[in-house]
């Protein structure tokens, strides 16, 4: 199956400081999309992406479609400690039929 | 709108048992998908459904995994028998159209010693 790389693994930040992440993949995209799940919990979608070069907000995230469509990015800005959790990115290849998800980018935010 | 909901939250059983777990997805979502998450992964593709037929199941190991869609609405995921790295949580999403997004349910952590 395809491989989509997340980095940073791991993150630890202050509250308040803003956060960067991105997902990186040898293949071409249509779609993005950016997950949050929490413990025990199923992923929430946060921001969908269908353009090269789309710019997408979500409240304080803003993600967006890399214009190779081989990556993207996800930024929150003025973290807090409920921003908490693991980030996914899911891709859907230009000649795939599904979803493909990240390995996932684990956020802890210190108070 | 109700969200997906998935039973049982948590199961444990021992290896070469049998295990099913349920899924009942948003209603008027006509494609619904059984993912696979390890500990420390992300979310992998075992079978995708639109309405009661297979899209792809290429990812489901077929000789002791099952799934249906009666009726294409709930669908439950069968294992027998469990192995040990059948450990993990499965998790059900559904969507209205594929490229819309999931919307995915708490999950099934399952267990097996």
């Known amino acids: 199956g395809q491989q989509l790389n997340q980095s940073p693994q791991s993150m630890f930040i202050q509250e308040g400081e803003d956060v960067s992440m991105n997902c990186t993949s040898s293949?071409?995209?249509?779609?993005w999309l950016w997950y949050k799940q929490d413990p025990g919990e199923g992923p929430v979608l946060l921001i969908a992406l269908y353009k090269a070069g789309e710019l997408t907000s979500n409240g304080r995230l803003t993600a967006q479609f890399g214009i190779t469509r081989k990556d993207s990015f996800l930024n929150i800005s003025a973290s807090i400690p409920s921003d908490v959790g693991i980030y996914f990115c899911?891709?859907?290849?230009?000649?795939?039929?599904?979803?493909?998800f990240g390995t996932g980018t684990s956020l802890t935010v210190i108070p | 709108e109700a969200g997906v909901a998935q039973s049982p939250r948590y199961k444990i059983i021992e290896k070469r048992q049998s295990v099913a777990f349920w899924c009942n997805p948003i209603s008027g979502h006509a494609t619904l998908y059984w993912y696979q998450q390890i500990l420390g992964q992300g979310p992998k593709l075992l079978i995708q459904f639109q309405n009661n037929g297979v899209v792809d199941d290429s990812q489901l190991p077929k000789d002791r995994f099952s799934a249906e869609r009666l009726k294409g609405v709930d669908s439950t995921l069968k294992i027998q028998p469990a192995k040990l790295e059948d450990s993990a949580v499965y998790l059900c999403a559904s969507s209205f159209q594929p490229l819309g997004g999931y919307t995915f349910g708490s999950g099934t952590r399952l267990t097996v010693v």
């Open positions: 899911a891709g859907y290849p230009n000649t795939g039929n599904q979803f493909y």
């Open positions: 293949s071409i995209f249509n779609t």
